[in-house]
T-cell receptor, first 113, second 112 residues
Framework: NAGVTQTPKFRVLKTGQSMTLLCAQD?????MYWYRQDPGMGLRLIHY???????AKGEVPDGYNVSRLKKQNFLLGLESAAPSQTSVYFC????????????FGPGTRLTVL | AQSVTQPDIHITVSEGASLELRCNYS??????LFWYVQSPGQGLQLLLK??????LVQGIKGFEAEFKRSQSSFNLRKPSVHWSDAAEYFC??????????FGKGTRLSVIA
């Protein structure tokens, strides 16, 4: 049981490049989330999904797209990276019941030059 | 919409001293409340959570938190801090099945 995994762990992009971050969970969770963490800002929600084939915007969705084609995977895409997207990205998942714990992945450190 | 305030950006305590990290939330009803810890370069680990019932909840690593409805607070405490407790601590709130909303975090430094 690996929990929540994220690929890659580190990435450096140039402005305008695109990339996809992959989040995978093996706990059969319905809900999945993408957050970004910046110094002094805590974690801010980018997008989330309440089930396969569904996605919704969070607090800071601009510049990102997501897809949930399979229940266990949640992809975060940057179509044209900007320096403002330099951050640490965390994926999380939890079961449907509101009292269930939310589990986090180890994070992806992204630098956009 | 719910929000979380952690008034202290950085706290320094001596090893063996007691610790209290403050958390205030804004929400009309009783939310679900959480404390997470993040060691440098790591992900987030759940320390404890409150849903209902006893307002004093025990967590891992000797931490506890008390929910005070009248003060809209959920402060985290530990009676004796160890050097390994140095980390960043996040309070978070959720209303029902909505996404978690996090505070900006409090960084804890522990000195000998």
């Amino acid at each position: 049981n690996a929990g929540v995994t994220q690929t890659p762990k580190f990435r450096v992009l140039k402005t305008g490049q695109s990339m996809t971050l992959l989040c995978a969970q093996d706990m059969n969770h319905e809900y999945m989330y993408w957050y970004r963490q910046d110094p002094g800002m805590g974690l801010r929600l980018i997008h989330y999904s309440v089930g396969e084939g569904t996605t919704a915007k969070g607090e800071v969705p601009d510049g990102y797209n997501v897809s949930r084609l399979k229940k266990q995977n949640f992809l975060l895409g940057l179509e044209s990276a900007a320096p403002s997207q330099t951050s640490v990205y965390f994926c999380a998942s939890r079961a449907r019941t509101a009292t269930d714990t939310q589990y986090f992945g180890p994070g992806t450190r992204l630098t956009v030059l | 919409a719910q929000s979380v305030t952690q008034p202290d950006i950085h706290i320094t305590v001596s090893e063996g001293a007691s610790l209290e990290l403050r958390c205030n939330y804004s929400y009309g009803a009783t939310p679900y409340l959480f404390w997470y810890v993040q060691s440098p370069g790591q992900g987030l680990q759940l320390l404890l959570k409150y849903f209902s019932g006893d307002t004093l909840v025990q967590g891992i690593k000797g931490f506890e938190a008390e929910f005070k409805r009248s003060q809209s607070s959920f402060n985290l405490r530990k009676p004796s801090v160890h050097w390994s407790d140095a980390a960043e601590y996040f309070c978070a709130v959720r209303a029902g099945n909505t996404p978690l909303v996090f505070g900006k975090g409090t960084r804890l430094s522990v000195i000998a």
